[in-house]
C-alpha cells in the first residue's frame, strides 16, 4: 500500500486560530514524513518533516506531531495568519527518496 | 543561489504530439525526479534520475521517458499525447537519493493538451 490519505480537504480558519490538517498512512517502510505548502501558481515548497523516530517537531509556528503506532501524523499551525492561506500537502518517502503525497488540504485563514 | 528552474513555463499541445520540458536542479544537487500533478490533487511521482540513471519510475506508461545530462539538468519527454496528460508537471531535485534529502521543486510547466 502505497496511499497518504489526508483530511480535511479543506479548512478555514479565523486569523490567530490554530489549523490541524491530519493524515494517515498504511506502509510501515514510509521513513520520512516532510509537509509541503504550495501557493496558487507555484512549485510545493518544503515546510517542516519528521522522521519516524521522533513524536514531535516543532519549528517556529509549525509543528508535527507524530504517532506511529497508530500510523498518523499531523501538522499544526498556531496563531495562523491570513498569509498562510495555501494548499498544503503531507508526503512520505522510503528509502530512494520517492514521495507519496497525500491529496492536500486548502487552508483559508479569514483576517 | 538559483534554485529549481523549468522551462517552458506553459505550453499547448494537440492530442498525439510529442513534448519536452526541462528542467536545471539546484545548484549543489544531483538528483532530479519529475512529477505531475492534476488539478485539485496532489503530485504523482513520474520518475527519478540519478548519475545519468532512471533509478526508480512510478506508475506511469513508457510514452513518459527522461533524460539526465552530465551537468544533472534534466529533460521530461511525454510522447502520444493524451487529453489526460494536461497537468501541471514539476522537477524536483536533491542531494542524492536518501530519504531525508529535501526535495526542492521548481514551479512547473503547466501543459494542456487539445
Known amino acids: 500500500q502505497q496511499q497518504v490519505k489526508q483530511s480535511p480537504q479543506s479548512l478555514i480558519v479565523q486569523k490567530g486560530g490554530i489549523s490541524i490538517i491530519n493524515c494517515a498512512y498504511e506502509?510501515?517502510?514510509?521513513?520520512?514524513f516532510p509537509w509541503y505548502q504550495q501557493f496558487p501558481g507555484k512549485g510545493p515548497a518544503l515546510l517542516i518533516a519528521?522522521?519516524?523516530?521522533?513524536s514531535e517537531k516543532k519549528e517556529g509556528r509549525f509543528t508535527i506531531s507524530f504517532n506511529k503506532s497508530a500510523k498518523q501524523f499531523s501538522l499544526h499551525i498556531m496563531d495562523s495568519q491570513p498569509g498562510d492561506s495555501a494548499t498544503y500537502f503531507c508526503a512520505a518517502s522510503t528509502a530512494g527518496n520517492m514521495l507519496t503525497f497525500g491529496g492536500g488540504t486548502r487552508l483559508m485563514v479569514k483576517p | 543561489d538559483a534554485g529549481v528552474t523549468q522551462s517552458p513555463t506553459h505550453l499547448i499541445k494537440t492530442r498525439g504530439q510529442q513534448v519536452t520540458l526541462r528542467c536545471s536542479p539546484k545548484?549543489?544537487?544531483?538528483?532530479v525526479s519529475w512529477y505531475q500533478q492534476a488539478l485539485g490533487q496532489g503530485p504523482q511521482f513520474i520518475f527519478q534520475y540519478y548519475e545519468e540513471e532512471e533509478r526508480q519510475r512510478g506508475n506511469f506508461p513508457d510514452r513518459f521517458s527522461g533524460h539526465q545530462f552530465p551537468n544533472y539538468s534534466s529533460e521530461l519527454n511525454v510522447n502520444a499525447l493524451l487529453l489526460g496528460d494536461s497537468a501541471l508537471y514539476l522537477c524536483?531535485?536533491?542531494?542524492?537519493?536518501?530519504?531525508?534529502?529535501?526535495?526542492?521543486f521548481g514551479n512547473g510547466t503547466r501543459l494542456t493538451v487539445t
Open positions: 545548484s549543489g544537487h544531483d538528483t
Open positions: 519528521i522522521r519516524p523516530d521522533v
Open positions: 506502509n510501515t517502510a514510509f521513513d520520512y
Open positions: 524536483a531535485s536533491s542531494a542524492g537519493t536518501f530519504s531525508n534529502s529535501p526535495l526542492h
